[in-house]
């Protein structure tokens, strides 16, 4: 399917910001890009689009569901195109994320839920700590 056909698909009107911002997260399906990251991107594939823009399309685009937005730090959100729930490990030295899924991770949530009778909705679960690159454990 086309990217113009996913957002027609939303509800969203096709325009060529929307359509260039998820072009670039649809091509990078394993990262995780900050709005300056995506902005960089589509300068250097000769698109004038400003830095507002890119914010204002990509808060479009996660209420569209088509992208997820990350915190994974105070001053900063990530965007990745929107795919099967995971979660994620960060590598505090070297910025790498590893996606993860784990099945009795998410009945242990659920269960804990249960006990006290809460209707679970959504969870976030970041792990942070250091990647096995050997640059990033023996410093
Ligand atoms: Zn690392
Ligand atoms: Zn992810």
Known sequence: ??????????????THPRSEILDILQANPEMHLSADEIHNKLVDNKQSIGLATVYRVLTQL?????????QFSDNQSS???????????????????????????????????????????????????????GSCQNE
């Open 1 to 14: 399917m086309s990217n113009n056909d996913t957002l027609k698909d939303a509800g969203l009107k096709v």
């Open 79 to 133: 965007y990745e195109i929107k795919k099967q729930h995971h979660d994620h490990l960060i590598c505090t030295k070297c910025g790498k994320i590893i996606e993860f899924m784990n099945d009795d991770l998410e009945k242990l949530q659920e269960k804990i839920s249960d006990k006290y009778q809460f209707r679970l909705d959504s969870h976030v679960m970041t792990l942070f700590g250091v990647c096995k690159n």
């Open 62 to 70: 996660e209420i569209a569901g088509l992208i997820q937005k990350n």
